[in-house]
């Protein structure tokens, strides 16, 4: 009885036991003498603790590899055109980006060369061009109102604000900013001429795309802003010499701008008078209509003054 009960008490060795890893395809080995150390049998080999720690950080990093894939994978999502995210990659500005491209669309060669396609043609917004178009709109239409109250302030005349002027403004903002840019884009694909391999560059075959023509005659609206302001002083002279200077200016950066475009165009110098006459039919339309000062005030402020001092 007493040798039965030291056989059950005592510690018997027992053969090592094996486990099969999926995650190395070998046969990791646990030792059950021994927990505190730890073998794996890979061909010929005998791994020790420290392999193992290797193995797991491995694992880890194999992990966070797949993650760094999907979201790789998440970023480059196709969205809907119905979903908001579909829009939110016409608006990735910052203001300071949106600073710098009204200030390249205003100064003349502040823009480097590549302009075109590194900055604009690689990242087009749509959040520029939409809030100085709708700041132009209501720009005009209240200094053109308040011009037309100062040409008729010395008059006998009972003047009342004219709402029109918005629509009216609007309308001719939001043709020329989209459908002269579409004209474009069409012109680009139209005209490409071909290249000479020996002389091929990178912009050889590159045409702007529509979002980017979009983008740069939006920012090139953004010096009509303050002209606008100024137009309403009413001298003849200076209203003319403000719609040259704004339409040379920002004319001559669309032609700076869109230049690398315009060397594989067959139809160049057509397409740099269309430009520059758009800019300039532009310019001298919103001084014609909204701010010009007719000669009929000349005519009528002395016989105002006349009738004035008849009644009295």
Same mark, same amino acid.
């Given at each position: ?8 008490l ?15 395809g070998?046969?990791a ?5 021994s ?10 080999g ?10 797991m950080?491995?694992?880890s ?11 790789e994978?998440?970023?480059t999502?196709m ?7 579909y829009?939110?990659q ?8 949106v ?10 060669k502040?823009?480097?060369?590549t302009?075109l396609?590194?900055q604009?043609?690689?990242?087009p ?12 709109i209501?720009s ?19 003047w ?5 002027l918005v629509?009216y ?15 474009l ?5 139209w ?14 075959h590159?045409?702007?795309g ?5 983008c ?6 953004a #010096?009509y802003i303050?002209?606008?302001? !100024?137009?309403?002083?009413?001298? @003849?002279?200076?209203?003319? =010499?403000?719609? +040259?200077? /704004? ?7 669309? #032609? ?5 475009? !315009?060397?594989?165009?067959?139809? @160049?110098?057509?397409?740099? =008078?269309?430009? +520059?006459g /758009? ?7 919103f ?5 010009h000062?007719?000669?009929t005030t ?6 105002? =003054?006349?009738n ?5």
């Amino acid at each position: 009885m007493s040798h039965d009960s030291d056989e059950l008490l005592s510690f018997k060795d027992f053969p090592p036991t094996t486990i099969h890893s999926t995650s190395t395809g070998g046969i990791a080995q646990i030792n059950i003498n021994s927990p505190g150390k730890s073998s794996s049998s890979t061909g010929s080999g005998v791994r020790s603790s420290g392999d193992l720690d290797e193995l797991m950080y491995s694992t880890s990093a194999a992990m966070a590899a797949t993650t760094e894939e999907g979201e790789e994978e998440g970023n480059t999502k196709m969205y809907s055109f119905w979903s908001i995210e579909y829009y939110q990659q016409f608006f990735n500005v910052d203001t300071f980006m949106v600073l710098d491209r009204i200030a390249s669309a205003v100064i003349p060669k502040r823009a480097p060369s590549t302009y075109l396609k590194s900055q604009i043609g690689s990242n087009p917004d749509l959040y520029g061009p939409i809030w100085i178009v709708i700041t132009l709109i209501f720009s005009i239409a209240i200094s053109g109102n308040v011009s037309n109250y100062l040409q008729h302030a010395n008059l006998n005349y009972h003047w009342h604000y004219n709402f029109h002027l918005v629509s009216y403004a609007a309308t001719a903002i939001i043709i020329y900013a989209c459908l002269v840019p579409l004209a474009l884009w069409a012109c680009f694909k139209w005209s490409l001429k071909p290249t000479n391999p020996d002389l091929e560059t990178d912009t050889s075959h590159y045409t702007p795309g529509l979002l980017t023509l979009l983008c740069i005659y939006g920012y090139s609206l953004a #010096i009509y802003i303050p002209v606008s302001i !100024l137009w309403v002083i009413q001298v @003849s002279i200076l209203q003319w =010499l403000l719609v +040259i200077t /704004a339409a040379l200016m920002s004319g001559s950066v669309l #032609i700076f701008v869109m230049m690398p475009a !315009l060397r594989n165009s067959r139809l @160049s110098l057509i397409l740099i =008078l269309g430009i +520059i006459g /758009a800019h300039f039919l532009l310019a001298a339309g919103f001084m014609l209509y909204f701010f010009h000062v007719p000669a009929t005030t000349t005519n009528e402020l002395p016989l105002a =003054l006349n009738n004035s001092i008849k009644t009295s």
